[in-house]
Each structure stands twice: as structure tokens, then as C-alpha cells.
């Protein structure tokens, strides 16, 4: 079956950087486009951004500028790094594979000082 396992997740200041990461087994990565989604306490799951099976990006305006989502098919994974994180970033960010209902556990951010 599929499996998504996201990391990189953790507690960070104002102003400082992740790196998420998202491996993905079960399926032929390289022709799947993916994308990271997150979900504030209390709100909806919200888009983050997007690469496709060739490598074009998509991003909410919300992150745009700041976060850049990357993947390496060679290692069936998918980044979102994080620069400049806002207290509003705050969220259980998850990794999904687009076009299918395979969703990872997600990775907690908390940015907070």
C-alpha cells in the first residue's frame, strides 16, 4: 500500500527556517504530482504548494516567497523548506499525492518565541 512519512517538523522562533521532508512508498513517484497541505488548530486544511511530476511549483500566496517545495525522485521524497516563519505558519503540515486519496501523518510547526 502507500505510505507517506513526513519529518522535519519541530518548535522555531520568528524569522527562523524548516525543512520538511515527505518519503513516499508504495507507488511510481516520479509521475505523481505532490503537494503539502497544512491545518491550523480550529481552521480547514489549507493548500501550501504544489510540484509537479516535472518539477513546476505552485504556491499559496500566503507562503509564496518564502517556503519552496523541491523533490528528489532518485529518494521518492518531496521538501517544503521554510524560511522566514511566521507565528500564523503555525500547523500540522502534510504531504499528499495529488490525484490520489494517500495522505501522510503529518509534522507538527510551531513557531513561537
Known amino acids: 500500500q502507500v505510505q507517506l512519512v513526513e519529518s522535519g517538523g519541530g518548535l522555531v522562533q520568528p524569522g527562523g527556517s524548516l525543512r520538511l521532508s515527505c518519503t513516499v512508498s508504495?507507488?511510481?513517484?516520479?509521475?505523481?504530482?505532490m503537494a503539502w497541505y497544512r491545518q491550523a488548530p480550529g481552521k480547514q486544511r489549507e493548500w501550501v504548494a504544489t510540484?509537479?511530476?516535472?518539477?513546476?511549483?505552485g504556491y499559496a500566496d500566503s507562503v509564496k516567497g518564502r517556503f519552496t517545495i523541491s523533490r528528489d525522485n532518485a529518494k521518492n521524497t518531496v521538501y517544503l523548506q521554510m524560511n522566514s516563519l511566521k507565528p500564523e505558519d503555525t500547523a500540522v503540515y502534510y504531504c499528499?499525492?495529488?490525484?490520489?486519496?494517500?495522505w501522510g501523518q503529518g509534522t507538527q510547526v510551531s513557531v513561537s518565541s
Open positions: 499528499t499525492v495529488l490525484g490520489r486519496n494517500d
Open positions: 508504495g507507488i511510481v513517484f516520479s509521475i505523481y504530482a
Open positions: 510540484t509537479s511530476s516535472d518539477g513546476r511549483t
